[in-house]
């Protein structure tokens, strides 16, 4: 049997860095096989400068929203934000345009295929990513990504609830084709956020993940907390676009957080995205109750986004503080200046320079990994795993797949 040798300035693992000068040998299929000493590795080492590590993994994308890319300025704040993409993202011809409608299709169809090739050149193996549509559909069919789809549901009032499901449960459908491989996609129907689903559609969701891991947006905006303790604030701008005049919620007098994570009774994984303006007493509180519950709660990090719509940071520390289950995304091009996990860790380490080099690897990979059920073949040099190889510059501004 042939082998493959590697050999970088360090190699982590997964868990951590190995003792230096030490070698990670693949087979032909990049199957691993052992990390041992340079000295018992024999000749043929392939060498490089900066960081060998597993695959990366992204747990927030938002692929088919990739033709925004360049389209919304940076720093809107997430309001206006939300307002673009929702009136910018079907900015298109009328389908009885004709030829213009198929060149918006194709030009959708094409910032979708060069962001899918961008991720997996830069050594991205899986992705939790969000879709309102089957548009990606084509192209995860043919991707050597590892996808975890999210189905994602908008559905404001119980009125309309089980219509909304049941439109979605056509998407969920057009995304688990039964010709594609079983451990290349899984796809769950998950709610967008606490202000865009309806206590029925909450309720219809829980009903139907059953041990699933989905997701969900959380306090990106002290918007959000305000619309559940008072039925008011900015967030009534974002509701008139679907013709609401006053919040379709119930007023609780809690948190976002407090108010919508009760509804998921079924031993769901669910990722919390962004956490942007999550407070301490949130936090403990929310590992409690999913404790309590048989909830696995995961927090998703989207730094870069944070950074472009509202130029602020996640509240990484407190996470750490409470010994969260921490993972890294990327977000959408709606909000992101590129789709690359090592540009999320390179912001993380100069925001909060402080954090253990390992912590934040661990976030990328082997964390991940977990977060999306792919910990039995991804996220760690493990003999037998097949988690991909990625190099890494000691800046963490670039990342690129080994062969």
Known sequence: MAFNKFKADRL????RFCEPGSVLITDESGKMQAIVPETEAG????QAEG?????????HCHLELSHLKNVIPPHTGLIDFLCSVVTKREASPNPSAGGAFQDTLQKKMNAIIAAEKEMFDNGIVAVGDIG??????????????????FVEVLSFTDEKAEENIMHY??????????????????????????????PKTFQLINQTTADQIISIHNQ????????????????LRFFKIFGLNRSPFPVTGKSSIRSVLPYFTNRQTILLIHNTFMPEEDIVWANEYAAASGLKLVYCLCINANLYI???????????????????????????????????????????????????????????????????ELGFFE?????????????????????
Request: glycine letters at 6%; proline letters at 7%; hydrophobic letters at 35%.
């Open 310 to 376: 509202e130029n602020r940071v996640p509240p990484i520390d407190l996470l750490m503080k409470h010994g969260c289950h921490i993972v890294l995304g990327t977000d959408s091009y709606s909000s992101n200046w590129q789709l690359s996990i090592a540009k999320e860790m390179e912001s993380v380490r100069k925001h909060f320079p402080h954090l253990p080099e390992e912590t934040i690897l661990q976030w990328a990979t082997s964390k991940g990994a977990k977060a999306l059920g792919w910990e039995d």
């Open 383 to 403: 003999k037998g795993k097949k988690p991909g190889i990625v190099l890494l510059n000691n800046s963490y501004t670039t990342s690129n797949k080994l062969p």
């Open 132 to 149: 309102n549509t089957a548009d990606t559909a084509l192209v995860k069919s043919k991707s050597k990504i590892r996808w975890q789809n």
């Open 169 to 198: 449960r056509t998407v969920l459908e057009a995304m688990t084709d039964d010709q594609w491989p079983v451990n290349h996609l899984r796809s769950s129907l998950v709610p967008h956020a606490p202000y865009s689903i309806s």
């Open 43 to 46: 000749d043929d080492i392939w």
């Open 220 to 235: 990106e905006h002290p918007a959000e907390d305000e619309l559940y303790k008072t039925g008011g604030g900015e967030y």
């Open 51 to 59: 960081i060998i590590t597993p695959g990366l993994v992204n747990c």
């Open 12 to 15: 982590f693992d997964g868990y």
